[in-house]
């Protein structure tokens, strides 16, 4: 399992604590250092059968500061993916990847149910 997170992130100390209480092992990625690129984005998408909005951090502040809620409706998918490969502070964070389940954010009940019995 791959797991993409911001070490200084709140919610991702929980996802990773939660991982490894679970015994669930994973290869750590700092999104900071190792953004993800748009063939990862698109390909983590199309696997997650979420809304492309979904993998925006609607609550960063580069997000607001680019006033992105205002522009992203508007805006085709080709130019969101550019977008979110160009700063991984843009990209919802924690992610999981474990083969082609992906986790956008950390809701407990959510990792408990996809990722339960992994460990």
């Known amino acids: 399992m791959l797991f993409i997170c911001y070490p200084r992130c709140s919610t991702c100390k929980k996802a990773q604590k939660w991982l490894d209480e679970h015994q669930i092992p994973y290869t750590l990625r700092d999104i900071k250092e190792d953004n993800p690129s748009e063939a990862e984005l698109q390909a983590w998408h199309q696997d997650s059968g979420l809304p492309l909005k979904r993998f925006f951090n609607t609550s960063g502040q ?34 999981a990847i474990d083969g082609d389940r992906v986790l956008v954010g950390f809701k407990e009940a959510e990792w408990d149910a996809a990722l339960a019995g992994k460990g």
Do not use: C, F, H
């Open 62 to 95: 580069l997000y607001r500061a680019m006033e992105l809620s205002k522009k992203l409706p508007d805006m085709p998918e080709a130019e969101q993916y550019t977008l979110l490969a160009s700063d991984g502070m843009l990209v919802k964070r924690p992610l």
